[in-house]
T-cell receptor, first 110, second 115 residues
């Protein structure tokens, strides 16, 4: 599975969009990109996943570049409750393992 | 609210004790996972069960013994643990046995402290 690289921390003002980048330059054709977040003292929470098209759900949007070597998770209107560690993971079709990278600590400030 | 339930939420045990962690899901998922997470570190995979059979063991010491009695239940039996085994133990489940793109769903974990 491809490895991912994320900035260790980011700040965002409450109410503004939070854009979290992830680099996965060694991703292969059948690997999906997944995003999870972990709020303190809780288990990782699934946010969204995608292959090559942009995806949107009630929580966030996922933008994947055309070459698929990087992606951005967008929280459109960040709230204080979005403060968490955000993990970007890539996983192939015939593979059971999630390898978590170091993640990005998002600090949403009032 | 998580659909994967882990008990107990907290556990303190001595190095000579035997205890078990329990994980339950009722989503009809056929793959279940144990992860270990040390403080300020990402989760690390320990075991994967697929259709109630152990499919992956990430070279975990034998003092950790997993068990999957049925498709909804996953246990982790602990014996003779070391202080460095103190961590958050997370359980997860997913719909398929690995072929597919369905995400894993996590419980909130058991925080284990070894005295």
């Amino acid at each position: 599975d491809a490895k991912t690289t994320q900035p260790p921390s980011m700040d965002c003002a409450e109410g503004r969009a939070a854009n979290l980048p992830c680099n996965h330059s060694t991703i292969s054709g059948n690997e999906y990109v997944y995003w999870y977040r972990q709020i303190h003292s809780q288990g990782p929470q699934y946010i969204i996943h995608g292959l090559k098209n942009n995806e949107t759900n009630e929580m966030a949007s996922l933008i994947i570049t055309e070459d698929r070597k990087s992606s951005t998770l967008i929280l459109p209107h960040a709230t204080l409750r979005d403060t968490a560690v955000y993990y970007c993971i890539v996983k192939g079709y015939n593979f059971n393992k999630f390898y978590f990278g170091s993640g990005t600590k998002l600090n949403v400030k009032p | 609210d998580t659909e994967v339930t882990q008990t107990p939420k907290h556990l303190v045990m001595g190095m000579t004790n035997k205890k078990s962690l329990k994980c339950e899901q009722h989503m009809g998922h056929r793959a279940m996972y144990w992860y270990k997470q040390k403080a300020k570190k990402p989760p690390e995979l320990m075991f994967v069960y697929s259709y109630e059979k152990l499919s992956i063991n990430e070279s975990v010491p034998s003092r950790f013994s997993p068990e999957c009695p049925n498709s909804s239940l996953l246990n982790l039996h602990l014996h003779a643990l070391q202080p460095e085994d103190s961590a958050l133990y997370l359980c997860a489940s997913s719909q398929d046995e690995g072929r597919g793109y369905q995400p894993q769903h996590f419980g909130d974990g058991t925080r284990l402290s070894i005295l």
